[in-house]
């Protein structure tokens, strides 16, 4: 793997560490949170190249409304987490 290849999966591996945390933290069932963070992190990542080529945030929003709506506690959930920088 070249360089930048390697950075960004690292990164990628990192992400969905961090975002599968969360989803216990939430209490999502353990045997799910990995799945569970593919999914986000995948469908975010769609969602960025949607929104660039359609020059708008709607694909973005579209999955903030989606996975806020289907979270393990959707009480648990808070506006004021971030998503980790991937650079």
């Given at each position: 793997m070249t360089g930048v290849k390697t950075h960004v999966c690292d990164r990628l591996t990192r992400w969905?560490?961090?975002?599968?945390?969360?989803?216990?933290?939430?209490?999502?069932?353990?045997?799910?949170?990995?799945?569970?963070?593919?999914v986000l992190v995948a469908a975010l990542e769609g969602a960025l190249i949607l929104a660039r080529a359609r020059r708008t945030t709607e694909p973005?929003?579209?999955?903030?409304?989606?996975?806020?709506?289907h979270a393990p506690d959707?009480?648990?959930?808070?506006?004021?987490?971030?998503?980790?920088?991937?650079?």
């Open positions: 969905r560490a961090r975002v599968a945390d969360a989803y216990a933290g939430f209490g999502a069932p353990p045997a799910t949170v990995q799945a569970h963070a593919t973005l929003d579209t999955v903030d409304r989606f996975f806020a709506s959707s009480g648990k959930l808070s506006r004021s987490w971030e998503v980790p920088e991937l650079v």
